[in-house]
């Protein structure tokens, strides 16, 4: 075989090379951002049920017994919704690497 022929096999395989490392690439690329959606949906799930027991646990203190004395509905009167709704849970409580952003 002439060189010219040698470089050109070898210039084929490097590119077919290539060719598979960017299919790796893409699939690895979009496995990630499969398992960054799943993190995110966890993520919103663990702090929407940690509403869920602040706001039952708010019902149960001390400071919903006042509002025990009068009679009760079904649903908190809105000072107890607005708190609610703005209730954040501490740096401490919240899961590892959980922002705001996510």
Request: proline share 5%.
């Amino acid at each position: 075989m002439t060189q010219a022929r040698l470089s050109r096999a070898n210039l084929a395989a490097c590119q077919r090379q290539v060719e598979e490392l960017q299919n790796g690439l893409a699939k690895l690329r979009k496995e990630n951002e499969k398992k960054g959606d799943r993190l995110r949906t966890l993520r919103e799930t663990l702090a929407s049920r940690r509403r869920s027991i602040s706001a039952a646990k708010l019902q149960t203190s001390p400071t919903s017994a006042i509002h025990s004395a009068t009679p009760s509905t079904s649903s908190p009167s809105s000072l107890e919704a607005e708190h609610l709704s703005t209730y954040h849970l501490p740096s401490h409580e919240r899961a590892p690497g959980w922002s705001r952003s996510s």
